[in-house]
């Protein structure tokens, strides 16, 4: 009798160009996609390639952009928090209450909705590090009870008023620079602030201490503790962070419309997790860059603001924002996957 084919051994070279390619298509992959969306909309349409647009879609990213860095520091330490988006409301609704209803200056108003939300970190920290609850269950209360509170607060109503216009240069100011040898240039102040806190965020986790740590935390937590790093405060430190970026998220988007109500942070969750994992930032934790998250949320934008540029139905948005989902999490697979 025959002895079975013996299976043909993959030659080295060829598994590792295959490993190669994986690796691009994972960490990569994405921005391929955003650079073939962008060539198609600069040919197919009149208005997305000007300066005008362009800014508007910066813009429109900075919030989701600016919060998302907390989501990616919290995903690098292999959890979640699906809390962020009803921090920015309450800390906005609070800001705007305080200033509207209580005539508390600008300043001291975004103090305290900056505090209010590092507090609701700290307390998701707390809950996770102290009583060992699951983070996406913890957070997954804690939206419910902000959302509530936010409510409770505005009583379904909007909070407006004159008051609220000494905040709006937050999202509408604009600064010329004028530099040698170039063409004046103004910079919208809501895209400066967004690339301010990438670079500062950048530098934090290249180049200091709780940077390592957070990595270090994601890759391997029991390893990180008995290499002398305190975990918990760690966890604690970070989801205060996030907590803070996503209030000062919720101030920007009350400079920008204007107005607070209970509902403004509803369709922010979404984007802000999205842009995170698609930008490489592996839910397993301990891997990602903080510039991939940047260049996503502005990708994740560059299609809304595209498919109105295309006359697509918002119907039709919500079923491509839920394939850019699917497709964020395929590549997150992909980056793990053995050849």
Known sequence: ???????????????????????????????????????????????????????????????????????????LMGDMDLSLASNLTLSGVVMAALMVNQAVPPLPAVVIALALGAFIGLVNGLVITRLKI?????????????????????????????????????????????????????????????????AVAYIVLARTTYGARVYAVGNNTKAAWLSGINVDRVKLLTYAVAGMLA????????????????????????????????????????????????????????????MVLLGISIYTQRVVSGAILIVALSLDRLRTVRL
Request: hydrophobic share 50%; glycine share 10%; aromatic share 10%.
């Open 134 to 198: 699951n983070a996406i269950i913890t957070t997954l209360g804690m939206l419910s009870i902000l959302e509530g509170l936010a409510f409770i607060i505005t009583q379904g109503k909007t909070i407006f008023g004159d008051e609220l216009e000494s905040i709006e240069f937050l999202s509408r100011a604009t600064l010329y620079l004028s530099l040698p040898l170039l063409p004046p240039l103004s910079l919208p102040l809501p895209v400066i602030i967004l690339f301010a806190f990438y």
């Open 247 to 306: 209030a000062f998220g919720g101030v920007m988007q009350v400079a920008r419309q204007g107005t607070a109500t209970g509902g403004m942070g509803s369709d922010f969750l979404f984007p802000i997790l999205t842009a995170v994992v698609l930008g490489g930032a592996s839910l397993t934790g301990g891997r990602g860059k903080i510039i991939h998250t940047l260049i996503a949320a502005i990708f994740l934008t560059t299609i809304t603001n595209g």
């Open 1 to 75: 009798m025959a002895a079975p084919d013996k299976a043909t051994p993959v030659p080295p070279e060829r598994q590792y160009s295959a490993r190669r390619a994986v690796n691009f298509l994972g960490e990569q992959g994405f921005i391929v996609i955003f650079v073939l969306w962008a060539l198609y909309l600069a040919a197919s349409t009149d208005n997305f390639a000007t300066t005008q647009n362009l800014f508007t879609i910066l813009r429109q990213a900075a919030i989701i952009g600016i919060v998302a860095i907390g989501a990616h520091l919290i995903i």
